[in-house]
C-alpha cells in the first residue's frame, strides 16, 4: 500500500535524502554533512508548507482519505482520558464503523463519538470502511441520549465517506435512523461540539454533526455525496470525480465562506498524517476551548441558537 | 412517462381529475406493467393502474384534489425561487443556472415543493408536497426552507401538518448547503412534535435518500402508497453499487411496511378518510385540547435574534 500521495513526491524525496544524511552523519560525522542536513530540513519544511498551502480540492480528498490520517480512536489516545468504549445499539448488533463513550477532556466527562474507517485491511473491512449501518447510527443515538441524562457535553468527530448502502442496510431502516439521529441532535439537551477530522459525506455523516458549534481540521472534507458518487449523480460518471470535488464547494475554505462550518483548525505543515501529535494537539485546544464557551451559555438559549443556526442555511429568492 | 403525459392527456397540469375535457378514445399507458386504460378511467381512478395497483405519480392539482376539501388550498410564497449557493457553474458542463431555467420550462413549475393552508374533511391543516417533476423533486434551499415553514405555520397555528414526500433526494448543485436541509427540516419537525402537533408523513414514488432521512421519516404516521419505491439509496443505487441483483419488492413500500418503517400501504382511494381519521385520534385527546406544549426547551428561534433574511439579492 503505498502512502505517498501523487502530489507528496517532492515531499518524499527530501525525506528520504535527509534520512540518508542523518544515516551517514551517525557513521562518520562531519561538518560539511552537518550543513548538508540543515539546507536539507530547511527545504523539507518549505517544500512542505509549499505542497499543503495549496492543495487542489480533489488533493485534499485525498489527504482526508488517506491511511495514515488519524481516526477517532487515535485522538481518543492522544487527547482523551479513560476513554471506554461502550458497544452495541442494545437491538441488533455492534457497528465498528462508529465508536463512542464517555472520556475526559481536560479532566472534564464528556461523550465521544465518532467515525472509524478503520485501519489496515481486516480491521477496515471489519469496520466497512467507516460506513455505518443503521445499527451504528442507532449505537450512537444510545449515547447521545446518555450524554444527555448525565448532562455529558457531546462530542463527535466526523470521517465516513458515506452511510452504508446494501439491501441490508435497506431492510434495518438506514434512512430512519439517520433521521431520528438528525432530529435527536436538534433537540438533545447537552452542548454539542463537532469536528470534521477527515470524510464528512452525506446524510451518513451529518447524522452524527447537528451541533452546536461545527469544525473542521484544515484538509477535511464536508459534502453532500462522496464526489464519485455526485459525478455519477451529476454527469453519470463517477470518474469525473475530481471535477465535483471542485464544484461541490468541500473544502474547509469554502465551507468557511458559505457559512456552513465555525472554525477551520489548522493542521501541522504536511498534513495530520505527517504529523499526528501535533493534529492532536491544536485538535485539543480547539475542543477545550469551544466547550468552555458551550458551557457557559444557559441550555434554552444553546437549544434555540442550535434551531436558528440551521433555519438560517439555504438561498433563495422570494 | 411525464412527456407521454403531456401528450396524452391536454392540459395535464391543469386539469382536476375526472376533467371532462379528455376524450372518450384517448389511451394511457401504465408505466409500470405497460397495459393500456382509457385515458378517462385513468384520470377518475387517480391514476391508480387497474391490472397491477400502481400509483402514478399526481401533480399538485390532483393530489390535492385527491386529499383536501374542494376550495380549501391556499398555497403560500408561491413565487419563491432557488438561488445558487455554490455559483455552480463547471467548465463545459450545465451551470445550475441554466439547469433551473431548464427544469422550470419543462414543468412549468417554480421549484419542486410547494406548501399552504387546507382543509382534510373540514380540519384545519397545512399542506405540503414534492413534485418530482422539477429537479426530480430533490431538497435544496426552497424545499428545505418551504418545508421548515410549513412545519412552523403549523406549529405556530395549531394545525395538523401533512406532508405528500416525492424525491431523489437532495440536489447536488447546492452542495453542503442542500446536505444541511436534512438538519433545518428535521428540527422544524420536531419543533412541531414539541408543540403536540400532529404530522402524517405520505411517502409516493419514489422518496429517497435525503429526504426519506429527515422529515419523511418523521411522521408521527407515516403512510406509504402501494407499490411506491421508499428508502434510502433505492433499488437502482444498490445494484450499481454491489453488483447484487435484488428482488423486485426491495424498497416498496410493502417492503417497508413488513420491515417496520412505515404505519401502513394506503390505496389511493382511501388516503384522505384514512388521513381524516387519524387526524380525529391525533386531535381528540385532553393534551391537545388544553394546547399544552409536551415540555420545555421550546424549538424556535430566539426573539432577540431573528432569523436573518436568507434571501439574496440581485
Ligand atoms: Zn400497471
Redesign the interface.
Known amino acids: 500500500m503505498s502512502v505517498v500521495l501523487d502530489f507528496e513526491r517532492p515531499i518524499a524525496e527530501l525525506q528520504k535524502r535527509l534520512e540518508a544524511l542523518e544515516k551517514q552523519i551517525a557513521a562518520h560525522p562531519k561538518p560539511e554533512l552537518e550543513a548538508e542536513r540543515g539546507v536539507v530540513v530547511a527545504d523539507l519544511e518549505r517544500t512542505r508548507r509549499d505542497v499543503y498551502r495549496d492543495l487542489s480540492p480533489w488533493q485534499k480528498v485525498q489527504v482526508a482519505r488517506h491511511a495514515l490520517r488519524p481516526q477517532t480512536l487515535d485522538y481518543a489516545k492522544a487527547i482523551f482520558t479513560e476513554f471506554t468504549e461502550f458497544h452495541g445499539d442494545r437491538a441488533y448488533a455492534d457497528d465498528g464503523a462508529i465508536v463512542g463513550g464517555p472520556a475526559r477532556l481536560n479532566g472534564r466527562v464528556v461523550m465521544l463519538v465518532g467515525h472509524q474507517r478503520g485501519k489496515g485491511t481486516k480491521d477496515s473491512v471489519s469496520r466497512n470502511f467507516g460506513q455505518p449501518h443503521p445499527e451504528g447510527y442507532r449505537k450512537a443515538l444510545r449515547l447521545f441520549r446518555q450524554a444527555e441524562k448525565f448532562g455529558m457535553p457531546l462530542v463527535t468527530l466526523l470521517d465516513t465517506p458515506a452511510a452504508s448502502a446494501g439491501l441490508a442496510d435497506e431492510e434495518r431502516g438506514q434512512a430512519w435512523a439517520l433521521a431520528e439521529n438528525i432530529a435527536a441532535m436538534a433537540e438533545l439537551q447537552v452542548p454539542i461540539l463537532t469536528v470534521i477530522i477527515g470524510q464528512g459525506g452525506s446524510g451518513g455523516a451529518l447524522a452524527l454533526g447537528v451541533a452546536d458549534r461545527l469544525l473542521m481540521l484544515e484538509h477535511a472534507i464536508f459534502s453532500v455525496a462522496p464526489p464519485e458518487a455526485a459525478a455519477n449523480i451529476l454527469w453519470k460518471d463517477s470518474k469525473l470525480a475530481p471535477e465535483a470535488a471542485a464544484a461541490l464547494r468541500l473544502t474547509a475554505q469554502d465551507l468557511v465562506d458559505l457559512e456552513v462550518i465555525d472554525r477551520i483548525i489548522p493542521e501541522p505543515p504536511g498534513g495530520a498524517h505527517a504529523d499526528q501529535a501535533g493534529a492532536a494537539e491544536a485538535l485539543r485546544e480547539a475542543l477545550v476551548e469551544e466547550l468552555g464557551s458551550l458551557e457557559a451559555t444557559p441550555m434554552d438559549r444553546l437549544l434555540s441558537q442550535r434551531y436558528a443556526k440551521y433555519r438560517r442555511i439555504g438561498t433563495f429568492y422570494e | 412517462m411525464r412527456s407521454f403525459f403531456r401528450r396524452a392527456v391536454p392540459g395535464d397540469s391543469g386539469s382536476a381529475p375526472g376533467g371532462t375535457a379528455i376524450p372518450d378514445d384517448m389511451w394511457v399507458r401504465c408505466p409500470r406493467c405497460r397495459e393500456l386504460t382509457y385515458a378517462r378511467e385513468w384520470e377518475s381512478s387517480f391514476k391508480v393502474c387497474a391490472k397491477c395497483g400502481y400509483n402514478a405519480p399526481l401533480s399538485a392539482q390532483e393530489r390535492i384534489a385527491l386529499l383536501l376539501d374542494e376550495g380549501s388550498f391556499h398555497e403560500l410564497?408561491a413565487?419563491?425561487?432557488?438561488?445558487?449557493?455554490?455559483r455552480?457553474a463547471?467548465a463545459g458542463?450545465p451551470s445550475y443556472h441554466d439547469k433551473l431555467a431548464q427544469w422550470t420550462a419543462d414543468s412549468g413549475l417554480s421549484e419542486a415543493c410547494i406548501y399552504g393552508r387546507g382543509r382534510v374533511d373540514g380540519i384545519p391543516t397545512v399542506f405540503s408536497m414534492l413534485d418530482m417533476s422539477f429537479f426530480a423533486g430533490t431538497m435544496?434551499?426552497?424545499v428545505?426552507?418551504k418545508i421548515?415553514r410549513a412545519c412552523e405555520l403549523a406549529r405556530d397555528e395549531r394545525r395538523p401538518l401533512i406532508i405528500c414526500s416525492a424525491s431523489g433526494g437532495?440536489r447536488?448543485?447546492?452542495?453542503?448547503?442542500?446536505?444541511?436541509?436534512?438538519?433545518?427540516t428535521?428540527?422544524?419537525?420536531?419543533?412541531l412534535g414539541?408543540a403536540r402537533v400532529p404530522y402524517i408523513s405520505v411517502l409516493t414514488d419514489p422518496t429517497?435518500?435525503?429526504v426519506?432521512?429527515?422529515?419523511?421519516?418523521?411522521g408521527d404516521c407515516v403512510i406509504a402508497e402501494p407499490g411506491a419505491v421508499v428508502?434510502?439509496?433505492g433499488p437502482r443505487?444498490?445494484e450499481q453499487?454491489?453488483g447484487?441483483k435484488?428482488p423486485p419488492s426491495?424498497?416498496t413500500a410493502e417492503?417497508q411496511l413488513e420491515?417496520?418503517?412505515v404505519d401502513m400501504v394506503v390505496l389511493r382511494r382511501d388516503l384522505r378518510a384514512v388521513v381524516a381519521g387519524l387526524l380525529r385520534l391525533f386531535l381528540d385527546t385532553a393534551a391537545i385540547r388544553s394546547s399544552r406544549p409536551l415540555s420545555?426547551?421550546?424549538?424556535?428561534?430566539?426573539e432577540d435574534?431573528p432569523?436573518?433574511a436568507?434571501?439574496?439579492a440581485g
Open positions: 410564497d413565487g419563491m425561487r432557488s438561488g445558487d449557493p455554490l455552480f463547471p458542463r435544496g434551499s426552497v428545505g426552507e421548515a437532495a447536488q448543485q447546492e452542495g453542503s448547503i442542500a446536505l444541511l436541509q436534512m438538519a433545518k428535521a428540527a422544524a419537525v420536531r419543533s414539541r429517497l435518500a435525503g426519506t432521512a429527515s422529515f419523511a421519516a418523521l428508502g434510502f439509496a443505487l444498490i453499487a454491489t447484487e435484488l426491495a424498497d417492503f420491515h417496520g418503517m420545555d426547551g421550546l424549538l424556535q428561534v430566539p435574534e432569523v436573518s436568507p434571501v439574496v
